[in-house]
């Protein structure tokens, strides 16, 4: 069960409230918990001031509410994401900016503003996007790794919503433009160097980079514009891979007029029997006294198939061969 507070609890309200009632007590607490009027105790307010918004962007939205109201925190977690609630996934900053005015943003980027961490100003930066690259991991037995096999892998992608043709908004309605970047997308940092100036450009942390603010997010994508499908690609894996080889796979996409790579990570599931050590595949194998003191011939797995060893006379425990 969850140890996360009621949303209707932190908003002062009960679970019949209206639109009109949950916007009041947003106001009225964004007010009382903003970390620039709480001098006193603004770490307090930050964790106040953030605990009310998540409340805020769940019960605010028709959609988020009823799965909260069906399932609890549960219904809401994959629009949250692994690591919970965070500042990104706000998506009612024109609300903010009704209660505190536009000049709350503004100072954003380099004068110590709250929203500089609230809306991930270090997280997002100023440098380049990391380089986007597509990995897969498959499992194989180490049967499959000894002598090699060609299979049928699902490699997913992302494809334009159908639902809100990349928009992300739900049906009837439609994304405004970001106050924040006026909907460029992105944001300029001056920084003094010297007797110079530098300028940065980079995302814009409200809209991500987008230039839209959505108010009411798609069903079906929700609110990312995209989807997520599966393709399916060959990747034929040579004799003798060990576990965590990686093999790149180019594949055709649009008609083979275009060439992906595609990078496959193995994974060789454990044996019963066999374990491998480099390039040996080993095995125990339990006889009797009399064959050890006086030499056999003993059959044993291998992943050929059976085999007939010959034990030779005064083996010894943990012999070798």
Same mark, same amino acid.
């Given at each position: ?210 230039? &839209?603010? !959505? ?10 514009? +995209? =989807?997520?499908? *599966? %393709? ?52 125990? &194998?339990? !006889? ?10 003993? +059959? =044993?797995?291998? *992943? %050929? ?17």
């Amino acid at each position: 069960m969850s140890d996360k507070k009621d949303y209707y609890e932190i908003l002062g309200l009960n679970r019949t409230a209206s639109k009109e009632e949950i916007k009041a007590a947003y106001r009225a607490l964004a007010k009382k918990f903003h970390p620039d009027l709480n001098k006193d105790n603004p770490k307090l307010a930050e964790v106040k001031f953030k605990e009310i918004s998540e409340a805020y962007e769940v019960l605010i939205d028709e959609d988020k509410r009823a799965r909260y109201d069906q399932y609890g925190h549960a219904g809401v977690a994959s629009d949250f994401g692994k690591e919970g609630f965070t500042w990104r996934d706000f998506s009612h900053v024109s609300d903010l900016e009704d209660i505190f005015g536009h000049d709350i943003f503004s100072d954003f980027f380099g004068r110590g503003s709250i929203f500089s961490d609230f809306f991930g100003a270090r997280r997002w930066g100023f440098g380049q996007p990391e380089e986007y690259v597509k990995r897969v991991q498959v499992e194989i037995t180490l049967n499959q790794a000894y002598r090699g096999i060609s299979t049928e892998v699902a490699v997913p992608h992302m494809e334009i919503c159908a639902e809100c043709s990349g928009s992300g908004a739900a049906k009837g309605t439609v994304p405004k433009t970001c106050t924040n970047c006026k909907g460029k997308g992105e944001m300029q940092q001056e920084q003094l160097q010297g007797f110079g100036r530098i300028i940065k450009i980079g995302a814009c942390p409200i809209c991500r980079g987008r230039g &839209k603010i !959505i108010d009411h997010s798609c069903l079906n994508c929700h609110g990312s514009g +995209e =989807v997520q499908k *599966l %393709d399916k690609i060959n990747v034929k894996i040579p004799p003798g891979v060990d576990n965590g080889t990686t093999l790149k796979v180019t594949a055709d996409k649009a008609g083979g007029r275009l060439k992906e790579d595609i990078y496959v990570s193995l994974s060789v599931q454990p044996h019963p029997i066999f374990h491998r050590q480099g390039s040996d595949i080993y095995m125990e &194998k339990t !006889i009797k006294l009399t064959e050890a003191v006086l030499g056999s011939k003993v +059959e =044993v797995p291998t *992943l %050929d198939g059976n085999a007939l060893m010959k034990i030779p006379p005064g083996t010894q425990t943990d012999s070798l061969f």
